[in-house]
C-alpha cells in the first residue's frame, strides 16, 4: 500500500463524514462536498493501483 491508497482512503472517508453529514442537516453544499471528496478518494486509489501495476 503506497500514499496514495492511504490519501485516498482518508479523502473517501471524510466525504462519506461530509455527505451523511450533509443529509441529516440537509446542508445540499456539504452534501456535495462530501460526493466530491469521495469521488476524489476514489480517483487516487485508481491512481495507486495504476502505480503498483507499474511496479510490477
Excluded: F, L, P, S
Excluded at 10 to 23: F, L, M, N, P, R
Excluded at 39 to 46: D, F, H, L, S, V
Aim: hydrophobic share 30%.
Amino acid at each position: 500500500m503506497d500514499k496514495e491508497h492511504v490519501k485516498g482512503g482518508a479523502k473517501k472517508a471524510e466525504g462519506e463524514v461530509k455527505d451523511t453529514v450533509g443529509k441529516m442537516t440537509d446542508n445540499k453544499k456539504m452534501q456535495a462536498e462530501g460526493k466530491m471528496d469521495k469521488a476524489e478518494g476514489e480517483a487516487r486509489e485508481t491512481a495507486g493501483d495504476v502505480k503498483d501495476a507499474v511496479k510490477k
